[in-house]
């Protein structure tokens, strides 16, 4: 694998993060995300997520941009905003409670890329 | 009024999708196959799989492409050198014979041989067009005059944009049922489905669509260069591309100057250029009339990644070597514009991983073509539900789009699957052998397709599903059988590793195929009695945009 690998995985966490807090502030989809849990520490936010969800998804789309260039990264970033939004589509159908745990391995996924690039 | 409007922008597209949907899949597969057109060939070349790359220097390589071609075609119009790279590692030398005046113009004259870039020795490979077969049928299908094929093709990119717009248009729910996936519910599966993988890859959709027709625009649209130049292309893109016209030879003799020196010279200008010498590597060269007076050398950069290609060459005097023209990177904005077109569609610029998100796009763009056709009459069924129930047949207009529907979507997987097992099986020496491939393709489909048009059912979907996904899960079994030094095992071990992914990537299509098959024989009641969905359709022409 090339170096910085890890941050190519960051910007698709990121836009895994933004397209899963996107279905979040949905009717049925929050449903679906939270039926398998209950109550979860994140239902007090779900008015901030549609929010958050953008900076997510704007963070992917600075990080693309920032390895590729303007033109590459912008496409980087559509391809994997596409990807994300297929495998969460399956998830929410098929593995709800995996769709939300994925959404939380996310974050910290995304600080240790963040990391290891910057160290490695 | 509104309602008006979308009833008529749903018939606009039903109508659009249905009448091109099956060559618009053939045309969608292969273009999808063809973003792994390089790492095909060598999967089919096995021959080449022992072969490490090359740590030569390109002067070298050059020098021994030089001696191979002087061997072969010392008078030849025009020679091309294709040097190796990270995605094809044999040395290619192509030449174009000189014609006799008055003599039409032939495919015939084009040779091309692979040689070994260390020893420039040809490499003695099985004959296959490999994955160019998949490039050239995405434009050119087969069988067909060149030209007609491309006017089919571009007619159905125009009926497949227009089925995107007018599709964003009609689905009034597109923020609503974004990640809305519900299976197992008959016709509202099958319109999710649809949904989804148009919508989720819309900006691919969109943009693949767009600029495939621009890639052939001069000839779907020739007036303009028509008027400004009297039709004369070559005029035309000599200017756009600031190219010097090739000159003709003078009729003497003349010793060839050391192309060698020419390649270290060109890596010399362009790392001056670069500043930091990163990326001074020649791509292709092309030397016009070699062995003449009149002798020209061109060399192209070979780009570095970015969504338009370097587009710096350097044309040398073939004789003399001095340089003669230079095109610097500065390319015109317009030329730009059609460059980054051409990128974006071929993805030529894009690293493995930006290449993966593409084929995984261009799949999804299958499936949504394949769903909105089986959606097409799963709909018609459900209108001819009483009708059927009486015990009458079908209409003819259904029971043929049931049975295409069949023969292309089970089908088209199995013809491809097809094209892989005959490069494995057909002796090495068989003549036109590399044609005989691509016959056993569409022999293997004109089956499945009369097949499916004897009895379109579901026994014939479940068989079709189950070959075609057998076929590609035994690929890497039968690679391993015929070819052991290409087995996925070693391959794994000691690369190539493009060889070990085609392996895996049919092991996973092959899984994917064998569950649609399983899903079909779970689902008999469904199909035969499909659920209603929980409130009846208010007006049959916003069937496409029903409230659940």
Redesign the interface.
Known sequence: M?KG?WL?LAVFALAYLG?AS??YG?E??HKQLTRAHGSSVLAALKRLTPVAAWGWLIAALHLAISL??A??GS??W??????A??M???L??YAPGLARRLAMVSLPLIVLGMLVAYWA | MKDAFRASMAWVHTWAGLLVCWVLLLIFAAGTASYYRNEITLWMQPELHAIAPSQDSQAHMAERAVIALQQRAPDAKQWFIGFPSERSQGLQIFWEDKLPPGVEPTRERFHDVMLNPDTGLPLEVRETKGGNFFYRLHFDLHYLPVTLARWIVGFCAMFMLVALITGVIIHRRIFKDFFTFRPGKGQRSWLDAHNITGVLALPYHLMITYTGLMLLMYLYMPTPIVVAYQGNNQAFFGELFREEPAPEPSGRAAKLTSIGNLVAQAQHIWRGSEGDGSHAKVDHMHINNPNDAAASVSLDKAGDGGLIESGMSLTFDGVSGKLLHEVDAEQRAVVQTATAMRSLHEANFAQPLLRALFFISGLGGCLMIATGAVLWAVKKRQAQARRLASGLPPTWGLRLVEGLNLGVIAGLPIAFATFFWANRILPVGLADRDEWEIHCVFIAWAAVLLLAQWRPGRHMWQLMLWLGGLMWLALPVLNAMLTPQSALLTTLRQGPAAVAGLDITAMLLGAAICFAAWRTGKVRSQLSNPRRSARPEHRPELAETEVA
């Open positions: 090339m690998s190519y397209l996107l279905a949905m049925r989809h590729e260039g033109g590459p496409v980087l559509l391809g994997n905003l596409t990807a939004a297929m969460l589509a399956l929410l159908t």
